[in-house]
Nanobody
Framework: QVQLAESGGGLVEAGGSLRLSCAASGRTFAAITMGWFRQAPWKEREFVAAIRWNSGIGYYSDSAKSRFVITRDTGNKTTDLQMNSIKKEDTAVYYC??????????????????WGQGTQVTVSS
C-alpha cells in the first residue's frame, strides 16, 4: 500500500499561480493513474485533473483546461498540479488520489483507492 501527502496549498490572489505537490511513500507504489480532486465548502468532491503514470498523458476538467497543468516525477514519485490564472471559485481543499487499475472513468472518484489528507487553497479577491 502507498500513502499520499499533499502540500503547497495556501492563500493566493485571484489571477495568481500556485503549485500543489503530491508525494507518495511506502514500500510499493502501484498506480496506473494519479488524480487531483477538490472539495469546496457545501459542495461535493469534484475531478480536477489526472495523469497516466507511464505515459504522462494528462486529462483535465473543463474548468482546469488551459489553466492547470498536471505532471509527475517518476523518480521522486510525486504528482504536481500547477495552477495558473486562479479564480475565486478555485477555493477548495485539494486531494490527490491513486488508481491502481486501468479505467476509462478517470473522473470518477470511486475508481481511486488511495487518498491523501488534502491541502487547502484559498483564493482572495
Amino acid at each position: 500500500q502507498v500513502q499520499l501527502a499533499e502540500s503547497g496549498g495556501g492563500l493566493v490572489e485571484a489571477g495568481g499561480s500556485l503549485r500543489l505537490s503530491c508525494a507518495a511513500s511506502g514500500r510499493t507504489f502501484a498506480a496506473i493513474t494519479m488524480g487531483w480532486f477538490r472539495q469546496a465548502p457545501w459542495k461535493e468532491r469534484e475531478f480536477v485533473a489526472a495523469i497516466r503514470w507511464n505515459s504522462g498523458i494528462g486529462y483535465y476538467s473543463d474548468s482546469a483546461k488551459s489553466r492547470f497543468v498536471i505532471t509527475r516525477d517518476t523518480g521522486n514519485k510525486t504528482t504536481d498540479l500547477q495552477m495558473n490564472s486562479i479564480k475565486k471559485e478555485d477555493t477548495a481543499v485539494y486531494y490527490c488520489a491513486a488508481d491502481p487499475l486501468y479505467s476509462d472513468q478517470i473522473t470518477s472518484e470511486s475508481k481511486y483507492k488511495t487518498w491523501g489528507q488534502g491541502t487547502q487553497v484559498t483564493v482572495s479577491s
